[in-house]
């Protein structure tokens, strides 16, 4: 009896409602929408009872699913993209920023090369060495904050010296992007997908110079058109200053977007994270291995001297003006990075089917696709046949970059990752912005004749091409062998 009116007062509905119906089979309910979960990303779908865990389970992008990676690496990707776009942002404003507060064409190379470059240099290690002991993701999240902050900050100076120690924040804000980047790829991707995912990542650089070149150029355009701009809570602005508030703002905004990627798992780790010397003593007992990276990734980077040489070049020898100039090369940049970077993970996956050294042989691939086309170009007859073989030097400038970083990643232990990124760095820093346009500019002048340009630029990239690609020819075999070292190191 007491179990019956147990029963019967569980039954009952409670206040007089009735029971909930059963969820019929063929009615289509709807699960969680754009949920950002620890677990991952659930997308909304219509499901059914008896599917509803498998069509949650497909779309959940937890940090170990295929999509979940390659957002990542698309986030990332971006985060380099808007780099690039902040640091070129100042060659188009170099005109304004010498009427508006008198700067030298000294001053103005300053600030394009060495203000950047050499602070770059300098924290590019200590902040490698951090890198493998800290949380990468809050490490670029800091980054991203401090030069968007310098980027903005020019918006409020009206000094050199001002703009001198912005700049250098700049180079500060932006030395820990490329090296924490790609130890977090590499931890998101095995060793047979790793160069595609650091192919991908390094278009980067031409996507941002381009659309800094097209892009800003409109921006640039558009507030000279406008005149001094006055802005809510900040005051009246020149057009320069304007300029660099606008592009520095969504940096903010990308510093926000970092907080969904998860800082993974660090991989093929041989003990715990090493002191730099260490990291130092590693490359040395390797020297010839690391060597032809260095030699060879420094070569393709000093071709990037180039480029700041690209606009004289064609007002002096072709009679272009330097708006005309500006938007070809932005043009390549935007064109020829992605087209370098879909060559790049083509060949790299026809390498990888025969050679352990596939990294290498993308990065002599490349190579021997930029040294020709721009040894050539600066001498062309006819400015039509400079801008098509420009065009190839950028597309093989763009299959080398991701070499040189692949090829590190695949014989550095996971410990150690972000300093040898930081050294790597260093080493084709010092080549690249540092040393190669002062150089070039030094040999024009010693000739006597500005219109030597063209002459100079071609015996600078002989003079530095032709070795570099008889030495990683060379070197294939010390790579091949630390490559396989590496390999039995991890073998349980």
């Not at 003593?281 to 700041?308: D, L």
């Not at 912005?433 to 340009?453: E, M, R, V, Y």
């Amino acid at each position: 009896m007491l179990r019956a009116t147990q029963q019967a007062i569980l039954s009952k509905p409670a206040s007089g409602l009735k029971p909930p119906e059963r969820a019929r089979p063929d009615v289509p309910r709807r699960v969680s929408c754009f949920r950002w979960l620890e677990t991952g990303l659930i997308i909304s779908l219509p499901t059914t009872p008896d599917r509803a865990f498998h069509w949650s389970e497909s779309l959940t992008l937890d940090r170990n699913s295929n999509v979940y990676r390659w957002y990542v690496v698309g986030l990332l990707l971006a985060v380099l993209i808007l780099s690039y776009f902040d640091r070129y942002i100042l060659s188009l404003l170099i005109e304004p920023l010498k009427k508006s507060i008198q700067l030298t064409d000294f001053q103005v190379g300053l600030l394009l090369g060495p203000a950047f470059s050499l602070f770059h240099v300098i924290v590019g290690i200590p902040l490698g060495w951090f890198a493998d002991r800290t949380n990468r993701k809050y490490l670029l999240i800091g980054g991203v904050v401090i030069w968007c902050a310098m980027t903005t900050g020019n918006g409020f100076v009206t000094t050199f010296a001002a703009l001198l120690l912005l700049r250098l924040g700049l180079g500060l804000g932006e030395a820990v992007v490329t090296p924490a980047s790609i130890s977090i790829i590499s931890d998101y991707f095995k060793r047979s997908e790793r160069a595609s995912a650091i192919s991908v990542y390094l278009a980067g650089p031409y996507l941002g110079a381009g659309l800094a070149f097209l892009v800003g150029g409109f921006i640039v355009s558009h507030l000279e058109t406008m005149g001094h701009v006055n802005w809510p809570l900040i005051g009246e602005r020149a057009p320069w200053q304007a300029a660099f508030i606008f592009v520095g703002i969504p940096g903010f905004i990308m510093a926000l977007l970092m907080l969904s990627i998860r800082e993974p798992e660090r991989k093929e780790r041989t003990g715990d994270a090493l002191g730099i010397d260490v990291a130092f003593r590693y490359i040395h007992r390797r020297w010839r291995a690391y060597g032809v990276i260095f030699v060879g990734s420094a070569c393709n980077f000093a071709m990037s001297a180039m480029t700041f040489w690209s606009v004289p070049l064609f007002q002096r020898v072709y009679g272009w003006g330097i708006a005309e100039t500006g938007v070809v090369t932005g043009l390549f940049y935007f064109t020829a990075g992605p087209l370098g970077t879909m060559l790049a993970v083509r060949a790299q996956k026809r390498f990888a089917l025969k050679h352990k050294d596939s990294t290498m042989r993308q990065l002599l691939f490349g190579l021997l696709i930029v040294i020709p086309a721009s040894a050539l170009y600066p001498i062309m007859p006819r400015a039509e046949f400079a801008v098509a073989l420009m065009f190839v030097a950028f597309i093989g400038k763009s299959v080398a970059t991701p070499g040189g970083p692949a090829s590190m990643m695949q014989i550095t232990p996971g410990e150690m990752r972000s300093q040898s990124m930081a050294i790597f760095n260093t080493v084709i820093a010092l080549i690249g912005p540092l040393l190669g346009p002062p150089l070039i500019g030094l040999a024009i002048d010693a000739s006597g004749d500005p219109n030597s340009i063209g002459v100079v630029l071609s015996a600078y990239v002989l003079i530095i091409g032709v070795p570099a690609i008889l030495l990683l020819a060379l070197g294939l075999r010390h790579y091949r062998a630390a490559v396989q070292d590496m390999e039995e190191a991890l073998e349980p």
